[in-house]
């Protein structure tokens, strides 16, 4: 009897136990995401060791487009775009004297350039890992090509040669391979502007670059400052309630986004696939909240609104905002992603479905999810088909 009593005041515990487990475990539910709009895309790349997100990101929009167009899944080539785009950089950098960015950073209007002058091909025809490597690592190119660029530039001989454009060339062929004049694909026989053409087929030029800054009039071009953009190439000025606009109605519409931001904030964890912007304003609290927040220990705080367990009441982002950070380098060139969805969580607020170049080792898959605060502030600039613009928008931007 005695232990029969035991085991039912064991057994009384344990199950008093779970229940407290239980509940601790519904209190921290995290985010739930409900679809709004999930579109088609291609598998997560992985970008590994290089500065190469530009390539990525914008290859995997194209290869979406194709999709949207009924056209085949196809793997198109990053490293294809980035070896041109070196070798175009290299040209720019002497020409200037060196008073340029040079290095494997980009932006989503070098690949569509590529697209455009040179043709594309497929990732079996073009891989770029010459030098020994499984996947790409680009440190000690990155640090050939521009000593190279710099002693051109420095020229002890007082004269430019006419070999010295050929040996950069040369050394882009020994690690990312030589240039594939022709390559076959399912029994047929292409060159990258056939490939372009017959398999790709999409037009460079319905494609542009919006974003939203006050320091250029709204609804004008200006080549936007970003070290990385060394074409110069012009960029779509809008207001933050147009660029907000713009992502709603192209993603309903069935169009994927190409998305430069800055992804440097605390709020930003690709682990747990998590992008937001946590307000810690103590007007908006309750008395009681606002005694126990004032309470806190800084770290205390940062570990209450980046925690990503639940969802956290967020910024309302301003005009002002935006071009403060940009302005001060809190919002720089940092990262090319693919927006690709959109969703609510359970306090139906807005995240974007974003597609990213770093494998598939997180939470989602190599998916994370932004909010629209995060969004709205930390835009670069974005790349989309001219369709995807509402018409009157595009009406006041002169594109037809």
């Known amino acids: 009897m005695r232990f029969l009593t035991s085991l039912i005041i064991i057994l009384f515990s344990v199950s ?40 990525f990101s914008t290859i995997s929009f194209l290869e979406s487009e194709m999709l ?5 899944s196809v793997d198109l080539s990053e490293m294809y775009a980035v070896r ?25 209007h070098d690949v569509t350039y590529v697209l455009k002058k040179y043709g594309m091909v497929p990732e079996s025809a073009y891989k770029g890992l010459d030098y020994g490597q499984d996947n790409h690592v680009h440190g000690e190119l990155d640090e050939v090509l521009k000593d190279y660029v710099e002693g051109v530039v420095k020229n002890r001989n007082r004269e430019l040669s006419t070999a010295w454009h050929s040996g950069f060339d040369g050394i882009l062929d020994a690690y990312f391979g030589k240039l594939p004049e022709e390559f076959e ?19 460079p030029d319905d494609y542009v670059e919006i974003t939203s800054y006050t320091h250029h009039p ?27 606009e713009i992502f709603h109605y192209a993603l309903e519409k069935g169009y994927t986004i190409a998305w430069g931001a800055d992804v440097s904030e605390k709020g930003f964890s690709f682990r747990k696939g998590i992008a937001i912007v946590p307000d810690a304003d103590v007007k908006d609290m309750s008395d009681l909240e606002r005694v126990k927040w004032e ?10 609104l980046y925690n990503f367990d639940s969802p956290v009441k967020e910024k309302v982002i301003t005009q002002e905002m935006r071009q403060k950070a940009f302005d001060n380098y809190k919002t720089t060139d940092d990262h090319g992603m693919h927006i690709t969805g959109m969703v609510k969580d359970q306090a139906g607020k807005i995240f974007y479905k974003v597609k990213n170049s770093w494998d598939t080792n997180n939470k989602y898959d190599g998916y994370f999810y932004a909010s629209e605060p995060f969004v709205m502030y930390k835009t670069m600039d974005i790349m989309i088909h001219k369709d995807a613009i509402p018409k009157e928008i595009r009406k006041k931007l002169g594109i037809k």
Not at 68 to 72: A, I, Q, S, V
């Open 16 to 55: 008093l136990f779970a229940q407290d487990k239980k509940d601790t475990t519904e209190q921290v539910e995290g985010y739930k995401f409900t679809t709004i709009v999930d579109l088609p895309a291609t598998s997560v790349k992985n970008q590994y060791r290089s500065g190469t997100c530009w390539s």
């Open 218 to 244: 709204f609804y004008s071009t200006f080549a936007i400052e970003i070290p990385d953009n060394w074409m110069w190439d012009d960029v779509y000025n809008v207001p933050l309630d147009d660029l907000r």
């Open 295 to 304: 309470k806190m220990t800084k770290s205390e705080k940062e570990k209450k």
């Open 185 to 203: 694909v399912d029994g047929k026989k292409y060159t990258p502007q056939t490939y372009a053409k017959e398999v790709v087929g999409l037009n």
């Open 68 to 72: 949207r167009l009924g056209r085949d």
């Open 84 to 108: 041109l785009c070196y070798s175009d950089k290299a040209i720019k950098y002497v020409r200037l004297h060196g008073a340029l960015n040079f290095g494997g950073g980009g932006a989503f």
